[in-house]
């Protein structure tokens, strides 16, 4: 089956710094990958779509000069969350749609768990 | 009125039991649905698709109500491995292609 991978896992780090997050889709194509966050006991909340080759697409609400999403292949795409602050602390979870099946169809990675100090 | 909506619980369910549990939502025009399953910390996984005729897969039975918006999840013969939140998940049409709706969760916890 499809794998996508996240790196890191788990981050911890000062208020002001920036993280960035890969997701990588391992054994097929991804045109589209997704970003989503989610809170303590909440559900996941799409931040943006990620399409190679061209700019995200935020969703409402979310900043975009806050979280950068670079897509440079059809295998890699990443989040960098710029200036973080406590309140960003969150399960980052990205997923990847493949170039073939299901327009619905979407992988997940495994989620990357921010704590910003 | 949120896209999908689902009872948190959480559902208390005897081991080998019965349970069902619902999912609310306001686009009509919504044609398929998902049920995912995330365990604690860990990423959500497929669980069943739902369409029109709904689905049947082992333990899972997943209903479409179209008349009412609402589709449905029940397990038979609860098992200790099925604790978990239950993820309510609507396609939705973006500029990029289709997009996931995802509701609160539904908490189940199976008791031996």
């Known amino acids: 089956g499809a794998v996508v991978s996240q790196h890191p896992s788990r981050v911890i780090c000062k208020s002001g710094t920036s993280v960035k997050i890969e997701c990588r889709s391992l054994?097929?194509?991804?045109?589209?990958m997704f970003w989503y966050r989610q809170f303590p006991k909440q559900s996941l909340m799409l931040m943006a779509t990620?399409?190679?080759?061209?700019?995200?697409?935020?969703e409402q609400g979310v900043e975009k000069d806050k979280f950068l999403i670079n897509h440079a292949s059809l295998t890699l795409s990443t989040l960098t969350v710029t200036s973080a602050h406590p309140e960003d602390s969150s399960f980052y979870i990205c997923?990847?749609?493949?170039?073939?099946?299901?327009?619905?169809?979407?992988?997940f990675g495994p989620g990357t768990r921010l704590t910003v100090l | 009125r949120k896209e999908v909506e689902q009872d948190p619980g959480p559902f208390n369910v005897p081991e080998g039991a019965t349970v069902a549990f619902n999912c609310t939502y306001s686009?009509?025009?919504?044609?398929?649905f998902f049920w995912y399953r995330q365990d604690c910390r860990k990423e959500p996984k497929l669980l069943m698709s739902?369409?029109?005729s709904g689905n049947e897969d082992g333990r899972f039975t997943a209903q479409l109500n179209r008349a009412s918006q609402y589709i449905s999840l029940l397990i038979r013969d609860s098992k200790l491995s099925d604790s978990a939140t239950y993820l309510c998940?609507?396609?939705?049409?973006?500029?990029?292609?289709?997009?996931?709706?995802f509701g609160g969760g539904t908490r189940v916890l199976v008791k031996p």
């Open positions: 998940v609507a396609p939705r049409r973006g500029a990029a292609g289709n997009k996931l709706t």
């Open positions: 739902v369409y029109s």
């Open positions: 997923s990847a749609r493949g170039t073939s099946g299901g327009s619905n169809e979407q992988f």
């Open positions: 686009n009509s025009a919504s044609q398929s």
């Open positions: 054994d097929f194509q991804a045109t589209t």
């Open positions: 990620s399409n190679e080759g061209s700019k995200a697409t935020y």
